[in-house]
């Protein structure tokens, strides 16, 4: 029986990934309006590490802006990417919306509703 190996590779490139592009948000589109006020909250690598899925929060009221804008920069983010990490290869990236706070929000009101009843 072959032995399994267990490898968090994945989760180190994402992470890495999550890392770095959260600064390079931070370091050329502090001053626009609309990415100033992202958040990188976390990243999942996929597809044998050429895609990495970076789920971010954003304080605007206007997630389809906020995602059309991020979708516009996403190629200089990558190019700029390219020039800071170690890899052979640069993987793709793409931008998603976590509403997680969301969520739980919703689930705390739903609780506080029937605390009350």
């Known amino acids: 029986m072959k032995k399994q190996i267990v490898s968090n590779r994945g989760a180190r490139i994402a992470s890495k990934v999550q ?12 001053d626009d309006p609309i990415l100033g006020g992202v958040s990188i909250v ?9 895609f990495v899925k970076l ?3 954003s304080r605007g009221d206007n997630i389809d802006v906020v995602q059309r804008r991020l979708d516009d920069v996403t190629r200089a983010v990558r190019f700029e990417l390219a020039s800071r990490i170690d890899q052979k290869y640069v993987p793709e990236i793409r931008f998603e919306y976590d509403d997680t706070l969301e969520r739980a929000a919703r689930i705390d009101q739903l609780l506080d509703n029937l605390d009350s009843k």
Request: charged share 15%; no cysteine.
């Open 19 to 30: 890392t770095m592009v959260a600064e390079i948000l931070r370091d050329h589109y502090a």
């Open 42 to 50: 976390d990243a999942v690598a996929h597809g044998g590490l050429q």
């Open 55 to 57: 789920f971010y929060y």
